[in-house]
């Protein structure tokens, strides 16, 4: 992730690869929550799957969060150096 220093904030140029990505972990965690809420109301005896869509939900989200952290310290550190 290369950053660059303009007259007023750093910036910093994603891959497209790395869009793509970032693209489909957010398209599983909508998905998957909306499996969830769906296994919820129609079919309760789906625990199996509700599981299983709760637990991408959570591994999409700390993705997305990891991701904005390490977005966040490189932005920081470019800033202050």
Known sequence: MQVQIDAYRPRFQAR???KRVLLW???VL???VALDAVG???SPN???LRY???MLAT???GALVGRATAV???LRYAHWS
Do not use: G
Request: proline share 4%.
């Open 16 to 18: 497209p690869v790395a």
């Open 46 to 48: 789906l625990e199996s």
């Open 59 to 61: 591994l999409s989200a």
């Open 25 to 27: 972990v957010a398209i």
């Open 72 to 74: 966040t310290a490189r």
């Open 52 to 54: 299983l869509a709760a």
């Open 40 to 42: 919820a109301l129609q």
């Open 30 to 32: 909508v998905l998957s």
